[in-house]
Nanobody, 124 residues
Framework: HVQLVESGGGSVQAGGSLRLSCAVS????????MAWFRQAPGRSREGVAT????????DYADSVKGRFTISKDTARTAVYLHMNSLKPEDTAKYYC??????????????????WGQGTQVTVS
C-alpha cells in the first residue's frame, strides 16, 4: 500500500513562495505518476502538476505554469511542489496523489489511486 503524507503548507503573502513536500512510502522498484492537486471550498479538485518517476516527464496546469515546479528526490521517497509568485487564487488544500501509470490526462483526479490527506496553503 502506497502512503503519501503532505507537509509544508502555510500562510504567505501574495508574491511569496512555499515548498510542499510529499513523503512517499510503500514503493519498491516501480515507477509512478505523481501529482499535486488542490481544492478550495466550493471548487472542484484541480490538477496542478504531475511527474512520472520513470522518465521525469512533467505536466502543469496553465494556471500555475511558470510559477510552480514539481520535483522528486533521487530515492523517490519524496515529491515536492515548489510554488513561486503565489497568488490569492492559489489558496487551497493541496493533495499529493499517485498512480501506477500516468493517466491519458495526467491532471485529472479520477486516474489516481493513492492520495494524501492534504496540506493547507493560504495566500493573502
Amino acid at each position: 500500500h502506497v502512503q503519501l503524507v503532505e507537509s509544508g503548507g502555510g500562510s504567505v503573502q501574495a508574491g511569496g513562495s512555499l515548498r510542499l513536500s510529499c513523503a512517499v512510502s510503500g514503493y519498491t522498484r516501480d515507477n509512478y505518476c505523481m501529482a499535486w492537486f488542490r481544492q478550495a471550498p466550493g471548487r472542484s479538485r484541480e490538477g496542478v502538476a504531475t511527474l512520472y518517476t520513470g522518465g521525469g516527464e512533467t505536466d502543469y496546469a496553465d494556471s500555475v505554469k511558470g510559477r510552480f515546479t514539481i520535483s522528486k528526490d533521487t530515492a523517490r521517497t519524496a515529491v515536492y511542489l515548489h510554488m513561486n509568485s503565489l497568488k490569492p487564487e492559489d489558496t487551497a488544500k493541496y493533495y499529493c496523489a499517485a498512480a501506477r501509470y500516468c493517466p491519458s490526462n495526467s491532471l485529472r483526479a479520477v486516474g489516481y489511486d493513492y492520495w494524501g490527506q492534504g496540506t493547507q496553503v493560504t495566500v493573502s
